[in-house]
């Protein structure tokens, strides 16, 4: 038995030796695999993945390309490559062997590309744009043929509120008129990278391939495609980026770099959501360490930015994005729940590199004296500096969601607006904070107010002329309704007309109905004027202490001024004397309303009808 085998196996032997001579293959994965000549930061630091790679030694002769650094760590799995890549070098791909006992296993290969000319000195969305906010898989479905992809875990289901509806990139694409038809100069897209999870995947915020937009929205390069022709329309991108966890479902779960990529437990262990122990002086080692490593869902495993490795990997995750695709802005999500001197070191780094690139970190505090800890520059008493100027303004948002159903009282009511806007002083830069009524996670404006329409215009005035970054929530320009606090279902709504067969079309003026186009055009007329309002954009603000109900406020600059007047009241119509604000007006002689085009030829009084608002351009 034995003899007779001895001859087919010499045979098998000598053509394994010939194969391993011969193939060369190529590891599992590289991240990046493409990166660019010309970054101010030299160097970039490749992961690779494959079998005991960590017992090979990398090489390249690539011209102008040096292995600065080789890190090998506890699961030889894995190989980190620190290369230096000469300004001088040519575009390529450059090829990186890896030998063991001198013979070459495998190679990788990364794109070495040439950057896009001012790709630098891009300019981030600022005070002068209106940034619109789409659930990509709730907006429109243009491509019916990506809704299923064979081999990913979740199938469509429209029937399933949690369950994918089959919306996509095409979609967005498509309905761009839409979009810049309501005077939006931004988008920002709940996280498009992939989701492969079992479950409830549709919004994003289990990412489970960081370098992949997830195939049932798009390709990478239909992102891209976006992000262009958004920019050929002045619209700019902000790309939602969570780096405090990832998806359970992500590829490196089952064969971690190191112990301590994420934070682990013994059984699951939740995070506390109170992000108060971030900078309360006096909270326990206890609680702050669950607040920042414990996990934020069953399916969101906490990411550790204490080791370089994972810090330096999502750093150039977030640089490979704008580079590749052209952004204009990041929305940090959970921004306060990584360790924070990392989440600084970050900002820093894409800062270090677009000088003028916008992030705004998503910090759900509602105090402005804890948000202000956040705040680039906030003297601190320990001394930290996130760096960061621009946050999400949940204080504002949050007197939003009540001032105009209250009547009169202290500090309730529009009283409730003027008090979150004299606590600006703690802030450094009031005017890089984004307000909003809603988003994915609140209730919806018109829950809020209960479709009551003049409230809604109310709020819609107030955005565009406060102080800040208006951001509005797809769909509540047609009155969708929905309490977040109940369900998040309830307000990640499909968008009538974005569906194949759908009867309705709100996409069009003759889709929607009389009550929704009255804010639709609302919404149309106060964005559209503030657009080319500079004193709207970077005007200081004057406000005068609410009186019958009615808030009245400033926005001004050495040129122009524009008086915003709320009349709070639910049935009183308000003949307001204009004298007490002498101040600003006796430069002032008349004024034009810009929504109704009404003119004040005189500064003496207005009579404004009950919950309404008017936005008053001065004239001289
Ligand atoms: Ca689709």
Redesign the pocket.
């Known amino acids: 038995m034995h003899k007779k085998l001895t001859f087919p196996i010499i045979v098998c032997m000598l053509i394994a030796t010939i194969s391993v001579r011969a193939q060369i293959s190529e590891v599992k994965r590289v991240e990046p695999s493409s990166w660019w000549i010309g970054m101010k930061n030299p160097t970039v630091q490749l992961l690779i993945h494959e079998k005991d790679i960590g017992k090979t030694r990398p090489q390249t002769d690539y011209p102008g390309i040096k292995i600065e650094r080789t890190t090998v760590v506890e699961n030889l799995d894995y190989l980190f490559i620190d290369l230096k890549i000469d300004k001088n070098s040519s575009p390529g791909i450059v090829e990186i062997n890896f030998l063991k006992n001198e013979n070459i296993r495998h190679k990788a290969l990364l794109n070495l590309k040439k950057r896009e000319e001012g790709s630098a000195k891009r300019e981030g969305f600022n005070q002068s744009d209106a940034i619109y906010l789409i659930m990509p898989d709730r907006f429109a479905?243009?491509?019916?043929?990506?809704?299923m992809i064979p081999g990913m875990l979740e199938e469509p289901d429209m029937s399933e509120p949690y369950g994918r509806h089959?919306?996509?990139l095409?979609?967005i694409m498509e309905n761009l008129d839409f979009i810049e038809e309501m005077g939006f100069t931004s988008i920002w897209l709940n996280p498009v990278l992939e989701n492969d999870q079992p479950e409830a995947s549709y919004h994003g915020y289990a990412i489970t391939d960081f370098y992949q937009v997830d195939r049932?929205l798009g390709t990478n390069k239909e992102y891209k495609k976006l992000v262009d022709e958004c920019r050929e329309r002045g619209i700019k991108m902000i790309m939602d980026m969570v780096f405090n966890h990832c998806g359970s479902k992500h590829w490196w779960m089952d064969n971690l770099p190191t112990e301590d990529w994420i934070f682990q437990y013994p059984e699951f262990t939740r995070t506390n959501y109170r992000l108060s122990t971030v900078s309360d002086p006096y909270a326990s080692q206890a609680d702050l360490d669950l607040t920042t490593k414990g996990w934020f869902d069953t399916t969101m495993p906490d990411m550790n930015l204490k080791n370089d490795l994972v810090l330096n990997y999502f750093t150039q995750k977030s640089i490979w994005w704008i580079e590749y695709a052209g952004l204009q802005g990041i929305r940090m999500d959970t921004y306060p729940y990584p360790d924070k001197d990392a989440m600084a070191e970050w900002v820093k780094r894409v800062k270090y590199e677009y000088p003028n690139f916008t992030i705004v970190g998503e910090s759900w505090i509602s105090d402005a004296s804890k948000l202000a800890y956040w705040q680039k520059d906030f003297p601190n008493r320990d001394g930290y500096n996130s760096y960061l100027k621009n946050l999400m303004d949940f204080p504002l948002a949050e007197a939003l969601g009540s001032a105009f159903n209250e009547s009169e009282g202290w500090g309730r009511g529009v009283e409730r607006l003027y008090d979150v806007l004299a606590d600006d002083h703690l802030y450094r830069y009031p005017d890089h904070l984004v307000v909003f009524a809603e988003n994915h996670d609140l209730g919806r404006i018109a829950h809020f107010y209960d479709g009551d329409i003049k409230k809604v215009k109310m709020a819609i005035a107030f955005l565009g002329t406060i102080r800040g970054i208006p951001q509005w929530y797809y769909g509540s320009e047609i009155m969708m309704g929905g309490d977040g606090g109940e369900s998040h279902a309830a307000i990640r709504q499909t968008y009538p007309g974005g569906w194949p067969g759908d009867e309705i079309n709100a996409f069009t003026k003759e889709g929607r109905t009389e009550e929704q186009n009255k804010v639709f055009d609302y919404l149309s007329a106060v964005l559209n004027y503030r657009k080319s309002s500079e004193v709207l954009h970077t005007g200081d603000l004057l406000h005068f202490l609410p009186e019958n109900e009615t808030y009245v406020y400033f926005r001004y600059n050495e040129k122009e001024a524009v008086m915003v007047m709320m009349n709070n009241s639910e049935k009183r119509e308000n003949k307001i004397e204009l004298s007490r604000f002498a101040e600003i007006l006796n430069d002032y002689k008349g004024g034009k309303e810009i929504v109704s085009g009404k003119i004040f030829e005189t500064l003496n009084y207005i009579t404004i009808p009950a919950k309404s608002a008017y936005i008053i351009e001065l004239t001289k």
């Open positions: 479905n243009a491509n019916p043929d990506n809704d089959g919306g996509d095409q979609g049932r």
